[in-house]
Nanobody
Framework: QVQLVESGGGLVQAGGSLRLSCAAHGISFSSNAMSWYRQATGNQREFVAFTSSGGVTNYADSAKGRFTISRDNAKNTVYLQMNSLKPEDTAVYYC?????????WGQGTQVTVSS
């Protein structure tokens, strides 16, 4: 059974930093690409960052230069380091893995950035 468990969210002032973690269970973690998405209240879920199984990364324009996705295959964990946070980064952040044709999501972790 695939399970993704996010942690690390919280309340931070604008300009601050947070590191999100996503622990993956029930998958061959090192063989899978992992992604982060976010959903602000009233908005659709949107892509934030991606890491391939080999560590190639890709970012949404809004995240480039401020966010860094990384993975630790020994810990079956993917991270999202977020720096220079802005109020518009406020959202629930979700970890994602797509296996065959199925998307799996964690429960999400709330990030709130105050101005």
């Amino acid at each position: 059974q695939v399970q993704l468990v996010e942690s690390g969210g919280g309340l931070v002032q604008a300009g601050g930093s947070l590191r999100l973690s996503c622990a993956a269970h029930g998958i061959s973690f090192s063989s899978n690409a992992m992604s982060w998405y976010r959903q602000a209240t009233g908005n659709q879920r949107e892509f934030v960052a991606f890491t391939s199984s080999g560590g190639v990364t890709n970012y949404a324009d809004s995240a480039k230069g401020r966010f860094t996705i990384s993975r630790d295959n020994a810990k079956n964990t993917v991270y999202l380091q977020m720096n220079s946070l802005k109020p518009e980064d406020t959202a629930v952040y979700y970890c994602n893995v797509k296996i065959l044709w199925t998307n799996y999501w964690g429960q999400g972790t709330q990030v709130t950035v105050s101005s």
